[in-house]
């Protein structure tokens, strides 16, 4: 018995060995095709991609990346080379510790004129990171909803209280979980920027504004008697806790400059706390609350506007953005528009997109299955169903991007739903992966609302497939 159980272990160590050597061979094939080391300036990553900022983009090899074992597509935008990976892209991330050699002086260069390509490689390397977690909360409280809604469980009861306060504190909490994302993109170090998002969320700052209200005076402090400080509540607030770990890596290496070396350890994370808190809650805080209000009355008005021609307009462009890796600047919205309104409209039009790219390539696996490989076939449908649980890069890099016009047939059923999904209010109150394992999610507004978006998935799925069989053409 324990010869053949250190049998086992062997051929385990083997196998977990071979597997390890497999990925470094993957792994170093990747960074030569990038132009090698010296030329990744950094390396961050969302759920399915690695995102490097390259020194030098012309020295990467596309042809080359995409033919290495594990890559399923490579997509040039943003300012960043993209290599989709899929499920498995934080073991290759996490692999790749130490990669990023190119120095400080090249990046700069690097960024210079290129303004919108780095605001959206700021949010995707900010958001990409958290968006598990808040997804993960995001189904247990629409998993809570629909258990209550169908008299599973009493909303009284204290297993609802528990896993209801446990979920809507990740979202309370949310300006320390972008700190910590926004610190690794900034550059700076992670703990003080979560140590300055803790100033904002103070709980006896809280408690004073709260008393200062019920007293008839302004919630307002004044430091040192003569620095205004506001007293809001940034529960929930993304925009100001993103310019904080900025303010913060502004504010890092110019109190450094002053410190002695000897007193670097306790001195500089000192005043850099102590300073940044101080600009923070006095001038910027706010200021990112107004940026954040201002946004969500943009958004509500073109609503207002137009919602049938919003909700066409999103769902059209909705494909195309994951295609380019830009569909991450999209989710501080919607979670502004939670934070602000309780609800989002723009969130179920994700998923109707996510169920168009399904329902394109299942059908191109329809039109395709007695003319291709068993092999290409499987993968076909594979991506397709992958597709449904939200996952859609094997499908859109896959399959759709070779055949681009059922890529579009996938973005007009989109669009058509999305139109019709906006004009009856289907909405969601937090936020969720964009799969039908969120449709329970859809029962915290109730009954109706949950049968628009069953309906919505059905409708996106059916128009999506009937688009591509009828309008796309393949050659056997």
């Known amino acids: 018995m324990e010869l053949t159980e250190k049998n086992n272990d062997v051929i385990a160590h083997a196998t977990t060995s071979s597997t390890n050597n497999e990925l470094n061979t993957h792994l170093d094939a990747l960074v030569n095709a990038l132009g090698g080391r010296d030329n990744i300036i950094n390396i961050t990553h969302c759920m399915t991609r690695l995102r490097f900022k390259l020194a030098d983009e012309s020295l990467a090899n596309k042809e080359t990346i995409e033919g290495i074992k594990g890559v399923k597509g490579v997509v040039l935008a943003q300012g960043q080379t993209q290599v989709v990976i899929g499920v498995e892209v934080e073991k290759w991330y996490n692999a790749l510790s130490g990669a990023a050699q190119a120095t400080e002086s090249v990046e700069v260069d690097a960024e210079k004129g290129k303004l919108f390509q780095n605001a959206m490689r700021i ?14 909360a995001g189904m247990l409280m629409g998993l809570l909803s629909g258990l209550i809604a169908t008299n599973v469980i009493s909303e009284s009861s204290d297993t609802v209280f528990f896993f209801r306060s446990i979920s809507t504190a990740v979202f309370f909490f949310l300006p320390m979980l972008v700190s910590f994302s926004a610190a690794k993109v900034f550059k700076v170090n992670e703990y003080i920027a979560l140590a300055v998002a803790s100033a904002m969320l103070s709980p006896a700052l809280v408690q004073k504004a ?6 008839g005076a302004n919630p307002e402090l004044n430091v040192f008697g003569v620095v205004p ?3 809001l509540g940034y529960g929930g607030a993304i925009v100001p806790a993103i310019l904080a770990v900025w303010v913060l890596s502004k504010i890092t290496p110019f109190v450094d400059r002053f410190v002695p070396s000897s007193a670097k350890p306790v001195f500089t994370p000192l005043l850099a706390f102590t300073v940044t808190s101080v600009v923070v809650l006095s001038f910027v805080a706010p200021a990112g609350m107004w940026l954040s209000n201002g946004a ?6 073109l609503l207002e506007i137009s ?10 462009t909705r494909p195309i953005t994951i295609v380019l890796g830009i569909h991450h600047s999209m989710t501080p919205i919607s979670l502004n528009n939670f934070a602000l309104y309780g609800k989002d409209l723009l969130m179920p039009i994700m998923c109707l997109g996510n169920i168009a790219i399904a329902g394109a390539t299942i059908a191109m696996w329809y039109k395709q299955r007695s003319s291709v490989s068993k092999e290409q076939s499987t993968v076909t449908l594979g991506s397709g169903i992958t597709a449904i ?10 399959i759709l991007t070779k055949y681009t016009k059922a890529l579009f047939m996938a973005s007009l059923a989109a ?30 507004s109730g009954t109706q609302n949950f049968i628009q978006a069953v309906l919505g998935v059905v409708g996106v799925f059916a128009l999506s497939f009937a688009l591509t069989i009828m309008f796309v053409r393949t050659e056997k």
């Open 123 to 136: 949010v995707a390397g900010i958001f990409g990171p958290v968006v598990p977690a808040i997804a993960g």
């Open 210 to 215: 709260a008393a200062l209200k019920e007293a």
């Open 229 to 231: 400080v506001e007293l």
């Open 296 to 301: 969500g009355w943009v958004v509500s008005s």
């Open 307 to 316: 919602p049938t021609l919003t909700g066409f307009i999103f769902g059209l």
């Open 389 to 398: 649980l939200g996952i859609t890069e094997p499908a859109l890099f896959g």
């Open 415 to 444: 669009g058509i739903m999305g139109a019709v999904s906006v004009t009856i209010d289907t909405h969601l109150t937090s936020y969720i992966l964009s799969s039908i394992f969120s449709l329970p999610a859809y029962l915290a």
